[in-house]
């Protein structure tokens, strides 16, 4: 944005073409981001809970865990994908655990391999009560009703590294499982954060009546802004929280503010009092705080759903979630795959010291080239028959034959300490090895000095 010529750079469409437009009045409401990254390991493998394609994703991901479950013969591999960990237990968190639980309890009739003591759902908070947000007792009751279910919570228990296999808590406890889910770290959005406006941390500073520190025509309102609801606010209580419930009424009062200016009136500060909160457990159980009134149990979840119905944009959309909702309460939880997963792709992979990466005989997934720590690779010798290892360092690839077309792993690495590592598949090495002449003729040189000859020509 350009505040002094009163411009907006937009990018749009397939060729993001830049459009200037010009404003009398701006307002910026662009929502919050999230960061994962200051929890090693937590970016590259956790879930995000944010939107209706991170749910998609993460049912998609839970019902290929009970599957593999189901059929696997590696005990230790069963524990891992039956455990399911969800790290942050505030409104998000609680949530998605209780629906998580829900779906498993309902879906183990289609996997008989699998008996409910052998499933560990896991809750992690590191304050000392979960829903804070809401009223204790209510919290109190979400935490009991979690329990009950069998989902085990750990308060006062934040998460310090994840890998693709596990997750290791403040406490030191390393849980096996094949599931994270982040409901934390929530962060300006950064497109926000580099605005030339008044900011507090990376959100915008506004009046009472929206109007952006400073100017009389850049409002922002919602999750982007810091809304005082009082005059010299200072306590956390004295700001609009960044919840839907109150962006939409600074929505609507800031259309009322803008036109009053236009008019050349009085704009006027936003006041509202929050008219409660609500949450589910899953399970047909939920918890509310409706007006002052706190409700448990059937009734919250019976208002939390007619609630969010209402809120649903179109009649069409209300029938037909109203319709799935009835039909899941009436019938068996379907375990059908809407979108199964796909190839994941060039991706980092993070190991912690003695995690085995691969072994002899697995089947070959990509390149490794490793970014942090370092690995041995252990192989049989052909000539003497005997075992030998070598550590590979930063920098250093492994895995190289998977491009020369080989299925199977003939040596196995293991992570020498903790390590990071870049997967790279054949088919993006091959497209890079195509249209990058520099990274062809490194990596020829790579396979010649690594003794697999000048094969670089009968890959491409
Ligand atoms: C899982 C989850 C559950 C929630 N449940 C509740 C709830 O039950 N009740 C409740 O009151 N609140 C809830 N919230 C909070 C609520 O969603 C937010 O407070 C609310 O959406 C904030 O509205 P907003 O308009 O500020 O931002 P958003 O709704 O995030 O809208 C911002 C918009 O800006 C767009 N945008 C971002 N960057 C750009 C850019 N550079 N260019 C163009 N467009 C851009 C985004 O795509 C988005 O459409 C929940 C949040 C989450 C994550």
């Known amino acids: 944005i350009d505040p002094k010529l009163q411009q907006v750079t937009v990018f749009q469409g397939v060729q993001r073409r830049p459009t200037i437009l010009e404003y009398d009045h701006l307002v910026i409401a662009l929502g919050s981001g999230s960061d994962l990254s200051k929890t090693p390991g937590l970016s590259e493998h956790a879930f995000t809970m944010k939107n209706l394609s991170d749910a998609q994703l993460l049912r998609a991901h839970i019902i290929e865990r009970l599957e593999h479950a189901d059929i696997t013969r590696l005990p230790d591999v069963k524990k891992g994908a039956l455990t399911f960990s969800v790290i942050g237990g505030g409104f998000s968190g609680v949530e998605t655990v209780g629906e998580i639980k829900e779906l498993i309890d309902r879906s183990l009739l289609d996997y008989p391999n699998i008996h409910p003591s052998e499933i560990r759902v896991v809750l992690l908070e590191f304050s000392k009560r979960i829903l804070n947000e809401m009223p204790e007792g209510l919290g109190k009751y979400a935490y009991a009703n979690l329990e009950k279910r069998g989902i085990e919570i750990q308060l006062g228990v934040g998460v310090a590294e994840a890998t693709g296999t596990q997750l290791v808590t403040s406490q030191n406890e390393v849980i096996d499982t094949r599931t994270i889910v982040a409901t934390i770290g929530n962060t300006p959005s950064?497109?926000?954060?580099?605005?030339?406006?008044?900011?507090?941390?990376?959100?915008?500073?506004?009046?009472?009546?929206?109007?952006?520190?400073?100017?009389?025509?850049?409002?922002?309102?919602?999750?982007?802004?810091?809304?005082?609801?009082?005059?010299?606010?200072?306590?956390?209580?004295?700001?609009?929280?960044?919840?839907?419930?109150?962006?939409?009424?600074?929505?609507?009062?800031?259309?009322?503010?803008?036109?009053?200016?236009?008019?050349?009136?009085?704009?006027?500060p936003f006041q509202y009092k929050s008219k409660g909160a609500l949450a589910s457990l899953g399970a047909g159980r939920g918890v509310a705080e409706v007006f002052g009134l706190k409700l448990t149990g059937r009734v919250a979840w019976l208002l939390w759903r007619v609630y969010y119905i209402s809120l649903l944009?179109?009649?069409?959309?209300?029938?037909?979630?109203?319709?799935?909702?009835?039909?899941?309460?009436?019938?068996?939880?379907?375990?059908?795959?809407?979108?199964?997963?796909?190839?994941?792709?060039?991706?980092?992979?993070?190991y912690r010291a003695g995690d085995r990466i691969y072994e002899n005989g697995s089947r070959a997934d990509g390149l490794y080239t490793i970014i942090s720590g370092a690995v041995r690779i252990t192989s049989m010798d052909s000539e003497t028959g005997l075992e030998k290892s070598r550590i590979l360092a930063v920098g250093e690839h492994f895995g190289e034959l998977m491009l020369l077309g080989a299925t199977r792993r003939i040596a196995t690495a293991v992570a020498a300490e903790d390590t990071k590592v870049l997967v790279m598949t054949q088919q993006e090495f091959l497209k890079l090895a195509e249209g990058l002449p520099f990274f062809n003729d490194y990596f020829s040189e790579h396979l010649k000095a690594s003794g697999l000859g000048d094969k670089m020509e009968s890959i491409k």
């Open 313 to 350: 944009p179109g009649a069409q959309a209300r029938v037909s979630v109203l319709w799935n909702w009835l039909m899941d309460g009436l019938s068996r939880r379907s375990v059908a795959q809407i979108n199964s997963q796909t190839d994941p792709g060039t991706r980092y992979v993070c």
């Open 190 to 268: 950064a497109i926000v954060a580099n605005m030339p406006l008044s900011l507090q941390e990376g959100r915008v500073l506004v009046g009472r009546d929206f109007r952006a520190e400073g100017y009389d025509n850049i409002w922002s309102i919602g999750d982007c802004a810091v809304i005082p609801l009082k005059e010299n606010a200072t306590k956390r209580g004295d700001f609009a929280p960044p919840t839907a419930q109150f962006a939409v009424r600074e929505a609507a009062h800031l259309s009322l503010n803008i036109k009053s200016v236009i008019e050349e009136k009085a704009s006027k």
